[in-house]
């Protein structure tokens, strides 16, 4: 597992932060939130999605919810990736495998 500075915990609680454009970074009810940023079923941007209370993202161009910390959905064969964060001295990071990149 490595983990990716993002920004410091500070700018992310004020705005949503993207990595490379393709993972979101928000803070939600008083947690750090990372997701991937296109919705797997036709390619919406989820950073424009309705957050629920009990954190569940709603796709902005079909109804299909997903959990912002499983990254699972209402339909079963479609999930989004969700990042662990760490805050280490007020620096925001996500963790990702070893053999996992995120690209442009
Ligand atoms: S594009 Fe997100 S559910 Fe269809």
């Known amino acids: 597992m490595k983990t990716i500075f993002i920004a410091s ?3 992310v609680k004020e705005a949503k932060v993207y990595f490379k454009g ?3 970074v928000r803070w939600v009810k008083d947690k750090f939130i990372a997701h ?8 919406a941007d989820l950073n424009a999605a309705l957050v629920s209370d009990d954190l569940r993202l709603q796709c902005p161009m ?3 919810k ?3 910390e499983s990254g699972k959905s209402n339909v079963q064969k479609w ?3 969700v ?6 001295n007020n620096q925001l990071f996500i963790k990702i495998n070893d053999n996992e990149t995120i690209v442009v």
């Open 66 to 68: 997903f959990c912002m």
């Open 9 to 11: 915990a500070e700018l």
């Open 22 to 24: 393709e993972v979101v």
């Open 62 to 64: 079909h109804p299909i």
């Open 36 to 43: 991937q940023r296109f919705c797997p079923h036709q390619n």
């Open 83 to 88: 990042y662990e964060t760490l805050v280490e």
């Open 79 to 81: 999930a989004i990736k």
